[in-house]
């Protein structure tokens, strides 16, 4: 029994460690091209659960259409908070911009209770089965939705950077801006791609966490555990952000696992990844795949 337990929380560990990473990639997507740390990033989880809960519930569609216009309407707001919120603080230093962030993750989390109220509210039932069979685990189909959609993005990713047009554009705007706005790219329109590619992927991971517990405020939550994962990567690392997320959602299980066979602590599966994050910090100050700066003076 124990070990089935055991086996089954790695299981949830790597499904949930695929959500995280997702996201990770979304926040470096937007730290290596801007330099700023987006502090409103669960908030776009929480939004783009509610958006695709309205369609569902209120506006009555389908999920399977509610899910894809779920990501266009993310992808204007990304594109819309940039423009309008951030780039007229271009050129400012980058402490006001991380102030804008957190300023703008207190107003959504706020409007977001205005519009929707403070009570969780349940997606109605998408999938026929509540959970599916897999070599003997019982997987929630929302979660095996979301490794084999969080699988595709990734793959989507690798291919964006490496042999797309624009994604060359980012990689070159992520290394230098100036070289970059000197070659003729647009720094404003990576800038704003890069909000909108955000806040569309991040979207995904609220849905899938929405249909599972629920949506409320918590999920806002889910986005604050991206910060080891990112950290722990490396904060300007792609790959780094991917491996960080598993190993953060590994951790968790494996901690909730630990405290109820033998802790009884009661709250280490939300605080094991951040200190694991304090742990790798004091080895490795940039991270498992972060680029190590060195000033010269």
Excluded at 48 to 73: D, N, S
Aim: proline share 4%.
């Amino acid at each position: 029994m124990s070990s089935s337990l055991l086996l089954q929380l790695v299981v949830n560990g790597l499904i949930v460690g695929t959500l995280y990473g997702v996201v990770g990639m979304c926040f470096v997507l937007i730290y290596k091209s801007t330099q700023v740390v987006n502090f409103a990033q669960g908030e776009f989880l929480l939004i783009g659960a509610w958006t695709c809960w309205w369609l569902v519930v209120q506006a009555h569609l389908p999920f399977w259409a509610a899910f894809p216009m779920t990501f266009l309407f993310m992808m204007a707001f990304g594109i819309a908070l940039q423009v309008i919120v951030l780039r007229p603080l271009i050129g400012e230093p980058i402490i006001s911009v991380i102030m804008v962030t957190i300023g703008l993750s207190i107003f959504f989390q706020a409007m977001m209770k205005w519009i929707f109220g403070v009570w969780p509210q349940p997606f109605p039932e998408i999938f026929p089965v509540k959970s599916v069979d897999v070599l003997g685990l019982q997987v929630q189909p929302a979660y095996l939705m979301s490794m084999a959609v969080s699988l595709l993005i990734m793959v989507a990713f690798a291919w964006f950077f490496k042999y797309s047009r624009f994604g060359l554009a980012m990689r070159a705007t992520a290394f230098d801006q100036q070289v970059a706005q000197s070659l003729g790219i647009s720094v404003k329109r990576v800038f704003a791609m890069a909000w909108a590619i955000s806040a569309m992927v991040s979207a995904l991971a609220g849905v899938v966490v929405g249909m599972v517990n629920g949506v409320s405020s918590a999920l806002s939550f889910f986005g604050l555990k991206v910060f080891p994962a990112v950290i722990v990567g490396g904060l300007d690392s792609i790959v780094g952000a991917v491996i960080g997320g598993l190993i953060v959602g590994l951790i968790e299980n494996l901690a909730e696992y630990v405290d109820g066979q033998w802790l009884h602590l009661g709250n280490l599966y939300g605080v094991a990844p951040f200190y694991v994050l304090v742990i790798i910090l004091m080895v490795k100050p940039y991270g498992l795949f972060g680029t190590k700066k060195i000033e010269r003076v």
